[in-house]
């Protein structure tokens, strides 16, 4: 547990899994496939065309950089997928909100400092993404240094609605090694996205 890591905490004890029969299928909140997890928040196919913003939290990267990066990120999950992000004109509401907080900031879900967990993506459709402000953080990490990409393509996974995986090359697992990057998404977090969203 020393590795840095997501925020959102980890499935620990799934429901068995069954075959579905009854009614009782069509209510469980929680899916477990191949490596991938889901539960049973998801867009609509009305809200695929997703809009996001920068919030007023803490400045830790200079806007452009800020955008770039998340530009990127999203775009690695837009590929993949039938999402479209678009950053939302100023002052206008958005579906994702993006910004850096240090400490308790207001979510039930408090930073703890450098070290541990580095960010957190709220499930559809709470839309929020928040990087701790008081890690290092860096867009070409050194070796005691995280890297914001590989932390943002992962929190846009919870933002579309996908938990933990327990495949260790995959996007969606829970934590990152310090100086790595960790920015491509892999069969694992494919599959776990379509499943999620079938076409």
């Keep these: 547990m020393m590795i840095p890591r997501c925020g959102v905490p ?26 991938y997890a889901f539960g049973s928040n998801k867009w609509p196919p009305s809200k695929y065309a997703l809009t996001y913003t920068f919030g007023p939290g803490l400045q830790v990267f200079d806007l452009n950089t800020l955008r770039s990066v998340c530009a990127d990120a999203f775009q690695k999950w837009a590929e993949v997928t039938s999402f479209t992000f678009t950053e939302a004109a100023d002052g206008a509401s958005a579906d994702i909100v993006i910004a850096f907080y240090s400490g308790d900031h207001g979510d039930g879900k408090p930073f703890d400092g450098p070290g541990n967990v580095l960010a957190h993506g709220f499930f559809p459709q709470a839309g929020r993404l928040h990087y701790d402000a008081d890690e290092n953080w860096s867009t070409d990490p050194a070796m005691d240094q995280i890297d914001l990409e590989s932390v943002s393509v992962h929190e846009i996974g919870h933002l579309l609605g996908l938990y933990h995986s327990t495949d260790r090359e995959s996007i969606m697992y829970p934590s990152l090694q310090i100086g790595t990057k960790k920015r491509d998404l892999t069969q694992d977090d494919i599959d776990g996205i379509h499943a999620l969203y079938p076409n």
């Design 10 to 35: 980890d499935i620990i004890n799934p429901p068995p899994s069954t075959e579905p029969s009854s009614t009782e299928s069509k209510h469980k909140k929680f899916h477990m496939v191949a490596h």
